[in-house]
C-alpha cells in the first residue's frame, strides 16, 4: 500500500490555506499517514495530527485582531519581539501537547540551530516543544531552547521539507508550497505599494499592546520608534514590511533550491501570494484557496493512488 506524506510549507499567516488543503484531501479519501512541516506548516501539521484541526479551523475562521492581541507577549531580551508563551499556552489548551510518538501518523518539524545552522528533524518528545522549535521567526518571535540546543524557525533551512517525508518513509510526497510567485509579484510591483499596505493591516491595538508592557519612562520613546518602524507613506516600506519581504524573498529561493534536487510527486502551489505575513486574520480567504488548489489537483493524485 502507498504511504502518502505531506509535506507542509512554511509561510506564517498563508499557513492558513494548509488546513483546506488537508480538508479538500480528507473529503477525497486522501489520508496521510506521514506529516512533515516547516514552521506553520509545523503548527498545522500537529493539530492534525493530534486530532485537532476542526478546533483549529473553526477558531481561526472567527479570528479578529481581538483574539490575537491577548497571544501577543512582548519581551524585547529574548531574540524576538515575542516570546509565544501565550501562543503555546494556548496550542496546549486546544490539546496539540501530546508526546510526538504517542500519535498514530508519523510526524515531524523542521528547525534551525541557532549555533551551527545545521537543520533538526523534530521527531519525539512533546509536540508542542516541536512546533515552539519550528516557528522561531526571526525578528519576530524570539528562539526556543529544545533538548539544549536554540532553535530557529526551519524556514531558513528547509522551507518545505519534503526531504523529512522521503526520510520517514513516504513512498508519495504531497508537497506545499506557499512561497511561490512571491518574489514576481513584487518585481511587478516595484515601488512597494502592496509592502506598505500589508505592513499597515496590522492595527494599533498590535502595537499598543507591546508599548503598554514598557515601563511609563520608556513608553513614549518607544512610542517614537514604533512611528518610524511603520510605513511613512503609499510608497515606502515600513520596518515590518522590509522584514517580511526579506523573509519571502529568501525563502523563495531556499525553496527552489531544495526542491530542485528534492522535488515531490505532487505540488500543491495555492494563490496565497495576496495575503500578508502577518495577516493572520485573512483563514477564511487561505481555507478556501487551500481548498481549490488540493480539488484541481485530485486528478493527478488520483493517478498516483
Known amino acids: 500500500m502507498t504511504r502518502i506524506g505531506l509535506a507542509l510549507g512554511s509561510g506564517a499567516?498563508?499557513?492558513w490555506s494548509h488546513i483546506g488543503i488537508i480538508d479538500a484531501l480528507a473529503e477525497a479519501g486522501i489520508e496521510p499517514e506521514i506529516v512533515c512541516g516547516t514552521s506553520m506548516g509545523a503548527l498545522i501539521g500537529a493539530a492534525y495530527v493530534a486530532g485537532r484541526l476542526a478546533d483549529l479551523r473553526k477558531w481561526a475562521e472567527v479570528l479578529t485582531w481581538r483574539e490575537i492581541v491577548p497571544l501577543v507577549d512582548?519581551?524585547?531580551?529574548?531574540g524576538g519581539l515575542i516570546d509565544a508563551k501565550q501562543v503555546m499556552e494556548f496550542l496546549r489548551g486546544m490539546g496539540i501537547a501530546g508526546p510526538i510518538e504517542s500519535y498514530a501518523k508519523k510526524y515531524a518539524a523542521v528547525a534551525t540551530d541557532f549555533v551551527t545552522g545545521r537543520e533538526i528533524w523534530l521527531q519525539s518528545g512533546p509536540i508542542l516543544e516541536a512546533v515552539r522549535g519550528s516557528i522561531a521567526l526571526p525578528g519576530f518571535i524570539s528562539p526556543a531552547k529544545v533538548d539544549g540546543r536554540w532553535l530557529l524557525d526551519g524556514g531558513l533551512v528547509n522551507p518545505v521539507p519534503v526531504s523529512v517525508c522521503r526520510a520517514l518513509g513516504a513512498d508519495?510526497?504531497?508537497a506545499v508550497n506557499l512561497n511561490g510567485d512571491l518574489v514576481g509579484r513584487r518585481a511587478e510591483n516595484p515601488t512597494g505599494a502592496s509592502t506598505a499596505a500589508s505592513a499597515a493591516s496590522v492595527p494599533s491595538e498590535f502595537f499598543g499592546r507591546i508599548l503598554n508592557q514598557l515601563p511609563p519612562g520608556a513608553r513614549e520613546q518607544a512610542t517614537q520608534i514604533a512611528l518610524r518602524l511603520l510605513p511613512q507613506g503609499p510608497s515606502t516600506p515600513g520596518y515590518f514590511g522590509v522584514l517580511t519581504n526579506s523573509i519571502n524573498i529568501m525563502q523563495d529561493h531556499i525553496t527552489r533550491?531544495?526542491?530542485?534536487?528534492?522535488?515531490?510527486?505532487?505540488?500543491?502551489?495555492p494563490?496565497?501570494?495576496?495575503?500578508g505575513t502577518l495577516e493572520f486574520?485573512?483563514?477564511?480567504?487561505?481555507?478556501a484557496e487551500g481548498?481549490?488548489?488540493?480539488?484541481a489537483?485530485?486528478?493527478?493524485?488520483?493517478?498516483y493512488i
Open 13 to 15: 499567516a498563508r499557513g
Open 74 to 78: 512582548v519581551r524585547f531580551t529574548g
Open 172 to 174: 508519495l510526497i504531497i
Open 257 to 269: 533550491a531544495r526542491l530542485a534536487g528534492e522535488p515531490p510527486h505532487v505540488m500543491l502551489m
Open 271 to 275: 494563490r496565497v501570494e495576496n495575503i
Open 281 to 287: 486574520t485573512r483563514a477564511k480567504e487561505a481555507f
Open 291 to 295: 481548498r481549490a488548489c488540493a480539488e
Open 297 to 303: 489537483a485530485l486528478p493527478m493524485l488520483r493517478r
